[in-house]
């Protein structure tokens, strides 16, 4: 058999699978999963942070600077999702998403966020000014996006072989990694409609200030209600 006989059949068995669909309560590991035909339902909330400007940064910054800077967003990222009771998720190679259930989903997605902007802010950008000489001559700002949006996803295995890992289907983690690609300094955090209007009142206000600006957005051929702010939260 030729290897595009091997790729045409394979095509072939992907195109006719009939899932097995499971909801879950609980976010699943891919192992859980069954790598022909498993699939799960759940609930949830999906945070998807970004690092921007990345070509920018490459140009200016040596390959080895660029690798520090992208780790230490990732890893800022993802300590914060896992300390708010999210689960998170590799999401490209400078990104990650965040999954949250539970009782206060939405709040919890929201004020990681908010989190993740403040130590970009107050602590990435600065450490690095004074770390490279790259950052300091160029005037050089590390810039990010949070999206946020939440409803029902469907998660099943993709990958060829040993290389599986779970791909989320869905508004909510599309819209979220759509909103992580909108975001125009200092507005930082984004989210839907339906993850605003459930948030409680300590993610929407600081003190009496309402934090959160409506925007209007179109993506595709669709104008959405989103918010926007850039009111950060010390974790």
Known sequence: MTLLDTLQSEVDGVLG????LRDANVIPEAEEIAPANGAFKIEATFLYADL????????????????KIIRAYLQISVRLILADGGTARS??????????N???PNTSAVNCARKIDWMVEKVLNPKARTA??????NKLSIRHCVGIDTGD????RSGAGNHKDLTWIGRAPEFAAQLSGIGKYPYSVYTSRACFTRLADNARETG??????????????ETHTVYRTNG???P
């Open 208 to 221: 009496e200030k309402n934090i959160w600006f409506e925007k209007k957005i179109k993506l595709g051929e």
């Open 153 to 156: 996803a469907w998660a099943v």
């Open 132 to 137: 490279f000489r790259s950052i300091r001559n």
């Open 17 to 20: 699978i009939e899932w097995q």
């Open 91 to 100: 999401a490209g190679s400078h990104s990650v998403m965040g999954i949250f």
């Open 102 to 104: 539970g009782e206060t």
């Open 232 to 234: 950060m939260l010390q």
């Open 52 to 67: 921007a400007d990345l070509m920018m940064l490459m140009e200016k910054c040596s390959w080895e600077t660029t690798a």
